[in-house]
């Protein structure tokens, strides 16, 4: 099946700093990626759709200006939390869908913001 | 507002025996249909995907779809210790929505005892 690659695995920061995670795809070229945030013991929530070469569309409630997407090539995107907080907290995944509808998730990035 | 709702269990069941998670949906129009297991601190693994009526088997795993009532199911059968996680049911609208971009229940988690 696709690989699709999400660095890092873990994160601790502290308040106020801004975390990068990369989610890649290794084996197939995603002109669409998604990222979710998931809390413990919740589902999976769509926080934004990144497009190659444009904008990324986010979720109504997701603010777009703390987290900032790229999706510069085809085989990479990136989110950055800016100025996080102890809220930011999360699980964050990407994903990637090669063929149809069949969505490939990255490894997940926990982040813990002190 | 397209909804995916699940019992968030737990369900457990011994060892052999055959597991029964439930999913219904809102979105009438929905196309694609996807189980997706996930272990606890990793990022979901897609292990079924159904898109029309009837039951799909592959290995141990059955899915169970019926659009009329807006339901999907999926059963373990012969579960094994190793089932143990968290599955999530997911479900593409379609409708023109980008591909890719799935509602997530918030997952059944399953224990299977020795």
């Not at chain 2, 996807?34 to 990793?42: A, D, I, M, N, V």
Request: glycine share 8%; proline share 4%.
């Amino acid at each position: 099946g696709a690989v699709v690659s999400q660095h890092p695995s873990w994160v601790i920061c502290k308040s106020g700093t801004s975390v990068k995670i990369e989610c890649r795809s290794l084996d197939f070229q995603a002109t669409t990626m998604f990222w979710y945030r998931q809390f413990p013991k919740q589902s999976l929530m769509l926080m934004a759709t990144s497009n190659e070469g444009s904008k990324a569309t986010y979720e109504q409630g997701v603010e777009k200006d703390k987290f900032l997407i790229n999706h510069a090539s085809l085989t990479l995107s990136t989110l950055t939390v800016t100025s996080a907080h102890p809220e930011d907290s999360s699980f964050y995944i990407c994903s990637a869908s090669e063929v149809g509808e069949k969505l490939f998730f990255g490894s997940g990035t926990q982040l813990s913001v002190l | 507002q397209k909804e995916v709702e699940q019992n968030s269990g737990p369900l457990s069941v011994p060892e052999g025996a055959i597991a029964s998670l439930n999913c219904t949906y809102s979105d009438r129009g929905s196309q694609s249909f996807f189980w997706y297991r996930q272990y606890s601190g990793k990022s979901p693994e897609l292990i079924m995907s159904i898109y029309s009526n009837g039951d799909k088997e592959d290995g141990r795993f059955t899915a169970q779809l019926n659009k009329a009532s807006q339901y999907v199911s999926l059963l373990i059968r012969d579960s094994q210790p190793s089932d143990s996680a968290t599955y999530l049911c997911a479900v593409y609208p379609g409708g023109g929505s980008t591909l890719g971009r799935l509602y997530f229940g918030r997952g059944t988690q399953l224990t299977v005892w020795p």
